[in-house]
């Protein structure tokens, strides 16, 4: 059967659009249990003074346990520029159980924000 793969999108915040100052600024510890394929993580630089670095941590629960950072290195090259605007992509299956963006500011403040876009789980519920 074919589907629309929109309807089975769900985006999530990973990253509240805020300034934020130098120093690693972590998103919410975000479950990925109940996703499947590539995990997309889009970002947005508004305004920096400096440069930002966004990565990705996983944890084994929402509390953070075990919390490192994606290996290999999921993470985008320093960024300087005001209006800038990526993504970060890794496979569900190399995250243990919960996923943050981190958004490393060298020199701040930086205007920034993050959103993960993924697909919900395929089930007869949901498919059409």
């Known amino acids: 059967m074919l589907t629309n793969d929109a309807y ?3 985006p999530t915040e990973a990253l509240r659009s805020t300034s934020f100052s130098a120093g690693a600024n972590n998103g919410p ?3 990925v ?3 499947e394929g590539i995990l997309v993580f889009g970002y947005n630089v508004g ?3 400096g440069s930002v670095i ?3 941590e996983d944890a084994t629960d929402g509390s953070g346990t075990g ?3 994606l290996s290999p290195a999921v993470a ?3 960024i300087s520029t005001a209006g800038t605007t990526g993504a970060l992509r890794v496979d569900k299956r190399k995250i243990r159980s919960h996923v943050r963006l981190v958004a490393t500011v060298t020199t701040g403040p930086g205007l920034l924000a993050g959103i ?3 697909r919900d789980k395929m089930s007869p519920t949901n498919a059409t």
């Open 47 to 49: 305004a920096i003074t």
């Open 76 to 78: 985008s090259a320093s």
């Open 29 to 31: 510890w975000i479950p």
């Open 8 to 10: 089975a999108i769900t």
């Open 116 to 118: 993960l876009i993924a």
């Open 54 to 56: 966004y990565s990705l």
């Open 67 to 69: 919390a490192a950072a």
């Open 33 to 35: 249990a109940k996703l």
